[in-house]
């Protein structure tokens, strides 16, 4: 088959991007704002450099594709806060430009990476799809309004679309200094170098951390399915970050206390995913255990560190 991924240069598309690439024919779209060559050298695809917000090169580079993995976005809350504008010109009219080039082109599906920021904050844990949306900031709001694209092409044009809210992501490739790095890399980081973690509050907000690699093959498997819909991809457990600050430094084998911050303004306290639609419907089931995802983190950014 023949795949495009928007945003295959990125930390989640190049991890997708290697995977598909072992059996099937794969064109990479990225303009590289935060993507990296790096991330898919070695790997036989083709590379287009582009933008989303280039409808007449996605309906080239779209031209006898199956499926579209749709990855490609501006993903910094406080990005979007400063420049809501241009967040929204890549966030939904890039993504009302891949519907339309996907369309024109016949392709089967499309693939969209969502987010689970759509929910905002609430007290229903763990969060289902059936919890009302509350985005809390332009970036979630234009992330929900490309889902609403998706729904609505699905609807009225007949594109299969499926969209998959992705939890807290971590894993190899993923750039420690990039807004989405969230916690981990940087606790990876810190520990690695002998210095203690920084944990903004008590430490006891809870996350869901999805490994990378589950959520590859999340996209995989709704690649597959000849469902659509929308489906949360997460672990299905939540982790205080005091507990994962802890097991990171036991993975490493440095014992460092962590230091404590004030918290950071905004951030919610406890987060959840419930992914028994995901289980029922797709049969989406996450492999990777906390520890198992994190030694795998780790050893990745041992090996880049020293590259």
């Not at 991330?39 to 280039?54: A, K, M, P, W, Y």
């Not at 469902?227 to 997460?234: H, L, P, R, S, V």
């Not at 962590?258 to 419907?281: M, Q, T």
Request: one cysteine or more; a neutral charge.
């Amino acid at each position: 088959m023949k795949f495009a991924v928007t945003g295959g240069c990125g930390f989640i598309g190049s991890n997708l991007v290697e995977e598909l690439s072992k059996q099937h024919e794969v064109v990479v779209i990225d303009d590289l704002s935060s993507g990296s060559l790096k991330n898919i050298e070695n790997l036989d695809v083709e590379f287009v450099r582009g933008s989303i917000t280039d409808l007449g090169m996605l309906k080239k580079v779209f031209k006898d594709v199956d499926v579209v993995f749709h990855l490609a976005a501006l993903v910094s809350v406080q990005e979007s806060i400063e420049d809501p504008i241009k967040t929204n010109n890549v966030n939904v009219n890039g993504t009302l430009n891949v519907l339309i080039a996907a369309m024109d082109n016949n392709v089967e599906k499309v693939v969209f990476s969502s987010s689970c920021a759509v929910y905002g904050d609430t007290d229903k844990l763990p969060i289902s799809e059936g919890v009302k949306p509350n985005p809390k900031s332009p970036y979630a709001v234009t992330k929900l309004a490309a889902e609403k694209y998706c729904k609505v092409f699905h609807e009225i044009y007949g594109l299969k679309t499926i969209i998959l809210r992705y939890f807290n992501v971590y894993g190899p490739k993923q750039d420690v200094n990039s807004e989405y790095a969230a916690v981990i890399p940087k606790f990876i980081e810190r520990i690695l170098n002998g210095k203690p973690p920084i944990i903004y509050g008590d430490g006891k907000q809870t996350r869901d951390f999805v490994f990378v690699k589950d959520v590859v093959k999340a996209n995989l498997i709704a690649a597959k399915s000849n469902k659509t819909g929308t489906f949360n991809i997460a672990s299905g457990e939540g982790l205080s970050i005091v507990n994962l600050a802890k097991i990171i430094s036991e993975i490493v084998g440095k014992n460092l206390k962590p230091i404590y911050d004030k918290p950071r303004e905004g951030d919610i306290r406890h987060s959840v995913g419930d992914i028994s639609k995901a289980k029922s419907v797709l049969g989406f089931e996450p492999e990777y255990t906390i520890e198992e995802g994190l030694k795998e983190s780790i050893e990745w950014f041992k090996k880049a560190t020293k590259s």
